[in-house]
């Protein structure tokens, strides 16, 4: 029976990352999710409390993943961006639901959304740490504080992944290219 409902589990985090992604939390329907897992909403709401819960679950889900495939590694912050871009590349949801939740979670101050955030919260506050760390022992540059080479380095890894078309059609590289692009800058911001 547990096996069974870590299935049901399973199917609606799948379909409500694919929903999401293609239309945000406002957008989606959980009668589309319910569908597309094989499953119905009542289980949606089991599970999840709510289409807020689903999103905050399936944003969770994303961050672990993300960090577990892609962990920082402060001694060579140009590989790690260039590892990220190449994770964007292959999970393009990724960087959709993440605009999603830019868009529509941010700054809301409810409860809800302090809890929708904490595990990239917890995952920023261990890179920010090893940063620092590696900062202290003149590993990296400290012109910035810990957080802001985080963001820069963040920044960078996703440049390909949430330009605009527009920016997007100019620069018409290779994939490797683009992402020879994002581990150069690194390198070059690191270098100063």
């Not at 694919?18 to 597309?36: K, P």
């Not at 740490?129 to 022992?137: L, T």
């Amino acid at each position: 029976m547990a096996g069974d409902a870590e299935a049901t589990r399973g199917r609606l985090l799948e379909a409500a990352t694919a929903e999401f992604s293609a239309r945000g939390l406002a957008g989606a329907r959980v009668d589309r999710i319910a569908a597309a897992a094989g499953s119905n909403k009542a289980q949606i709401y089991h599970y999840f409390g709510s289409k807020d819960g689903l999103f905050a679950a399936v944003f969770d889900r994303i961050v672990a993943r993300t960090t577990s495939d892609v962990p920082i590694d402060v001694d060579d912050l140009p590989g790690y961006a260039g590892r990220l871009h190449d994770s964007y590349t292959a999970r393009p949801e990724v960087q959709r639901i993440a605009a999603w939740h830019r868009l529509e979670q941010s700054g809301t101050g409810e409860e809800a959304g302090r809890r929708r955030v904490r595990s990239i919260e917890e995952s920023n506050r261990a890179k920010v740490a090893a940063i620092a760390a590696a900062q202290a022992d003149g590993r990296l540059p400290d012109r910035w504080s810990a957080a802001e080479l985080l963001g820069l380095v963040l920044q960078v890894s996703t440049v390909w992944h949430t330009t605009v078309p527009e920016l997007d059609d100019l620069t018409q590289g290779s994939p490797r290219h683009r992402r020879d692009v994002v581990v150069d800058a690194v390198r070059r911001l690191l270098a100063g």
